[in-house]
């Protein structure tokens, strides 16, 4: 069975950065990406990253977060920059293998003004 674990989120200001990371718990190739859940909201797309490193950003994220991979480390990463209020919620990370979608747990995201 397929194990996402995000980790690296916390309480920060705007303006300020975090970066996330998410484990695999085994080789990963195809897209991963990573998904967001504001309080009351649906859960929206934030980033993804094909195994040849082509990227798609939401627009809101444009310009401010960088998602990258390392396979050998099966690991995935999102760098947030100039963080704002409305980024709040629960960072998920998804793994689509073999047109299955995995997802961890999340970790919070949570941006004082």
């Known amino acids: 069975q397929v194990q996402l674990v995000e980790s690296g989120g916390g309480l920060v200001q705007a303006g300020g950065s975090l970066r996330l990371s998410c484990a695999a718990s085994?080789?990963?190739?195809?897209?991963m990406g990573w998904y967001r859940q504001a309080p009351g909201k649906q859960r929206e797309l934030v980033a993804t990253?094909?195994?040849?490193?082509?990227?798609n950003y939401a627009d809101s994220v444009k310009g401010r977060f960088t998602i990258s991979r390392e396979n050998a480390e099966n690991t995935v990463y999102l760098q947030m920059n100039n963080l704002k209020p409305e980024d709040t919620g629960v960072y998920y990370c998804?793994?689509?293998?073999?047109?299955?979608?995995?997802w961890g747990k999340g970790t919070l995201v949570t941006v004082s003004s």
């Open positions: 998804n793994w689509r293998k073999y047109a299955t979608d995995y």
């Open positions: 085994e080789t990963i190739f195809g897209l």
């Open positions: 990253i094909s195994n040849g490193g082509s990227t």
